[in-house]
């Protein structure tokens, strides 16, 4: 079980995102957005709109966890999201607002969970039993993930 500052550490990560999503997002072309600059991997506006899809099921997986005895999560076909028509639009001003607000509210949750919460879990489908902790420790790791996409995906550009 990880620790307190630990914990801290997570949702550190978890509060920063959405500004360094826009801050490299900021000055941005349509196409330096909308290219898919290294093959097999998705564009730059791909990602931003993936992470606000990702991370809102992982918020409502978060809140079910917490107020139900141990949940079947929904998973869903990231692949598939990420090629419908509002995944790929250059303007991601709308997935960037939608994830400061949702980050916001995903921080508070985090911040205000009881110390008996943490290990509450739900089940997964594919990922099988997943707890109030690990939901926190590989969102962190996510966004940080996507991160390093986005900027080897613009590090690919011709």
């Not at 630990?6 to 072309?29: G, T």
């Not at 107020?67 to 028509?85: I, N, V």
Request: charged share 20%.
């Amino acid at each position: 079980m990880p620790t307190a500052a630990e914990r801290q550490a997570l949702i550190a990560k978890i509060r920063a995102l959405p500004e360094q999503i826009a801050a490299i997002c900021a000055e941005l072309s349509d196409v330096q957005l909308t290219t898919r600059f290294l093959a097999g991997e998705w564009s730059v506006a791909q990602n931003v709109h993936h992470l606000a899809d990702s991370h809102m099921n992982a918020y409502v997986r978060c809140k079910l966890i917490a107020t139900e005895d141990h949940p079947t999560l929904k998973p869903y076909d990231q692949d598939r999201w990420a090629e419908l028509s509002d995944a790929q639009g250059a303007d991601v001003s709308a997935s960037l607002a939608l994830l400061r607000a949702l980050h916001a509210r995903w921080v508070a949750f985090w911040e205000a969970l009881p110390g008996d919460a943490w290990p509450r879990a739900g089940l997964h489908p594919e990922n099988g039993e997943v707890s109030l902790d690990d939901q926190l420790r590989l969102y962190a790791a996510h966004g940080e993930g996507h991160i390093d996409q986005i900027r080897r995906t613009l590090a690919a550009q011709p």
